[in-house]
């Protein structure tokens, strides 16, 4: 089996173990490669996907090459795009939660309470910084984030928060 160093530079080096561990698992021959039907469903769903039918089916007219199976590579860059995806859409929904009036927008002071107090609380500094990344128009205290502009953002910047 190739080895998958280099080529999925996108996900952590914890998840790309996680995910290789998983695809040899399901690499029941140890061939290096697993068969679309019925694998692939139970593989994406063994790393805590929980795709429909629907888009299994999608994932595989748009990834299977004729063979009927497909590679590390390959499932390591399905995972990288999966990965962005639920990442972003669970930062949306966490944000949509403090968005009383369903504008799309939270206040500075709410941002601000979210990172200092609930999950993995920021220190004054980090929150400071984190802030001012927020606050793209440096409207200051009265300023009303765009929670999805702002998870966009966060997106394309490297990852220091």
Avoid at 52 to 66: A, S
Avoid at 127 to 156: C, H, M, P, W
Wanted: proline share 4%.
């Amino acid at each position: 089996m190739a080895d998958p160093a280099g080529e999925s530079d996108v996900l952590p080096a914890q998840d790309k173990v996680k995910f290789t561990e998983a695809f040899n698992v399901w690499d029941k021959h140890q061939q290096g490669y697993i068969p679309w039907k019925p694998d692939f469903a139970n593989l994406w769903r063994s790393i805590g996907q929980n795709p429909t039918e629907g888009e299994i089916r999608r994932i595989i007219e748009e990834n299977d090459t004729g063979t009927g199976h497909f590679q590390l590579e390959t499932f390591l860059k399905l995972c990288e795009s999966r990965e962005d995806a639920l990442r972003k859409e669970q930062l949306i929904e966490a944000f949509k939660t403090f968005d009383k009036d369903g504008k799309g927008t939270i206040t500075l002071a709410q941002l601000r309470y979210v990172l200092m107090q609930l999950g993995d609380p920021l220190d004054d500094e980090e929150a400071d910084q984190f802030i001012e990344f927020a606050d793209k128009n440096k409207e200051g205290s009265t300023a009303e984030i765009d929670y999805e502009d702002l998870v966009e953002r966060l997106d394309t910047r490297d990852q220091k928060f």
